[in-house]
């Protein structure tokens, strides 16, 4: 559940808007990858076999499914080769144009489309200066006015094969022209630029929480959609948005692009639980949302003289994933009773950024662990992650991808006030040698990725700090959990506690 950072800096231009919803999704125009050579002196491009080596790599490939072709284009992103673009600025690549001194000039395909548009540059940096700029980019009309203008510096570039620069613009279906730059001394290969509606996605408001049944849930999507299933608990109460609709306890506000339904909890969900799943679809768009009575149940189990320890999970991803998530495959699987001289609280949190940082937070906060070991769905291996990010992005799928309540975020610090990273307070060495005793080969991971794993790992690391140890571990993807693969994740999760206890 992870995903890179952002390489832009400075601000996106384009249309202004308002509403904590729309502002939430202004974070589609920003789909970037993301932006620190971490440690690195030398400016130099990235190694594609040091990247297939990379133990997180195909953290998002669930969302190559549906929303998103094979390639990670939006399905209604209208594509432009840099081929077709600009042969006369480069010589061809690998598929890609390389572009050094001569500015890549042209016309892009989808600017026909009215309303908010995002372009989104495929590029990959050869090399560049020791610092400053990299490359610019800019969306022009016929009569040459810059409609949006993008920069990437080195100041927050990341080791990324390729990177996604986002331009937004406002269309009223005219011609544009796109110009790309690159800096003195810089060597890029640019490879497409896709351009698609900025908004197409569906929003769950405000997201996972504990909520009265006086409290208001707001569901936004594309004008041309409606919402056709509404799912509580995996029962179908769809009808129940029109009868509310009729009676006048549901209001429903549609703008030139988005349609808004806000309806109170207790109106939609009146069977609801102490913790009930509201699952949404809008053809092939998804959102879910978990509905909390009270906060979580401070309940730990194992020892009652023991170190506590807090574990989390996550629910699966995308929002309509077909399969398990990993990571609450094994804390549920976790056997209390075979750990020593601890007691755990197991905890499966939602896949939102803010939403899961604050749940790990708040239970901190009240039921104060001596440890936590927050766990997600990863690549290929164990990955005993050293490092996290203050930066949130998901640029290396195009468009970037959405948190299960329908939110994309792109180069947004997750707080602005704390530090660029936190390292992990785990005792990494100790936990690596208990799983090679059970026979698994973790790796040690300076890439968490930028999606809602490192948002977590970031929260419990910062809130740990002077009270114990945190830190974040990623499992091997899989989508076969048969007994044996239960009992197996269960025993990792068990051997990491119990070698963080032994630490402590």
């Not at 940082?357 to 291996?381: E, L, N, Y």
Request: hydrophobic share 40%.
């Amino acid at each position: 559940m992870s995903g890179p950072s952002n390489p832009i800096s400075g601000p996106i231009s384009g249309p202004s808007y308002t509403g904590c919803i729309a502002a939430a999704l202004v974070g589609l125009a920003a789909v970037a990858a993301s932006a620190v050579f971490c440690g690195c002196a030398t400016p130099e491009a990235p190694d594609e076999d040091v990247m297939m080596d990379d133990p997180n790599a195909g953290l998002l490939r669930d969302f190559l499914d549906g929303k998103f072709d094979s390639a990670g284009h939006p399905l209604n992103a209208r594509v432009t080769e840099a081929e077709a673009l600009c042969p006369q600025a480069g010589v061809p690549h690998n598929g890609a144009i390389r572009i050094t001194t001569m500015p890549c000039t042209g016309a892009i395909a989808g600017s026909e489309q009215a309303g908010d548009l995002v372009a989104s540059l495929r590029i990959s940096v050869k090399s560049y200066a020791a610092s400053g700029t990299i490359v610019t980019a800019a969306v022009t009309g016929i009569d040459g006015e810059v409609l949006a203008m993008n920069t990437l510096t080195t100041a927050r570039l990341r080791q990324a094969s390729w990177l996604d620069i986002p331009l937004a613009w406002s269309s009223n279906g005219s011609p544009v022209n796109l110009r790309v730059s690159a800096a003195p001394g810089a060597v890029i290969d640019l490879d497409y630029i896709e351009v698609f509606p900025e908004r197409f996605g569906l929003v769950a408001s405000p997201g996972s929480g504990t909520f009265a049944d006086a409290d208001r849930l707001v569901f936004e999507l594309p004008r041309s959609r409606k919402l056709d299933k509404v799912m509580l608990d995996k029962v179908d109460i769809t009808s129940r948005i029109s009868e509310l609709l009729t009676a006048g306890k549901a209001k429903k506000t549609t703008t030139a692009y988005r349609t808004l339904i806000e309806v109170g909890v207790g109106d939609l969900a009146m069977e609801r639980t102490d913790v009930s799943e509201l699952e949404l679809r809008a053809g092939a768009l998804a959102a879910r949302m978990q509905l909390r009575r009270a906060g979580t149940e401070c309940k730990f189990e194992g020892d009652p003289t023991g170190k506590k320890v807090l574990v989390t999970g996550f629910q699966p991803f995308p929002a309509d994933g077909w399969h398990e998530n990993v990571s609450a495959v094994a804390v549920t699987s976790l056997d209390p009773s075979q750990l020593r001289g601890a007691q755990v609280m197991r905890v499966v949190m939602p896949v939102e950024y803010d939403r899961a940082a604050a749940q790990v937070t708040d239970i901190i906060a009240r039921c104060a662990p001596d440890a936590v070991i927050s766990f997600g769905q990863g690549g290929s291996s164990i990955a005993l992650e050293e490092v996290s990010y203050n930066l949130q992005d998901t640029g290396e799928v195009a468009g970037g991808v959405p948190d299960n309540r329908g939110i994309i975020r792109a180069s947004s610090q997750i707080d602005p006030a704390a530090p660029a990273t936190r390292d992990t307070l785990l005792p990494l060495q100790a936990i690596e040698t208990a799983l090679k005793g059970l026979g698994e080969e973790p790796r040690f991971s300076r890439d968490p990725g930028r999606y809602i794993c490192n948002n977590v790992m970031f929260a419990d690391v910062g809130a740990m700090q002077s009270r114990g140890v945190a830190g974040f571990i990623h499992l091997p993807y899989t989508t076969q959990f048969d007994a044996s693969a239960r009992t197996r994740f269960g025993k990792v999760v068990q051997a990491a506690i119990q070698a963080t206890v032994d630490a402590l």
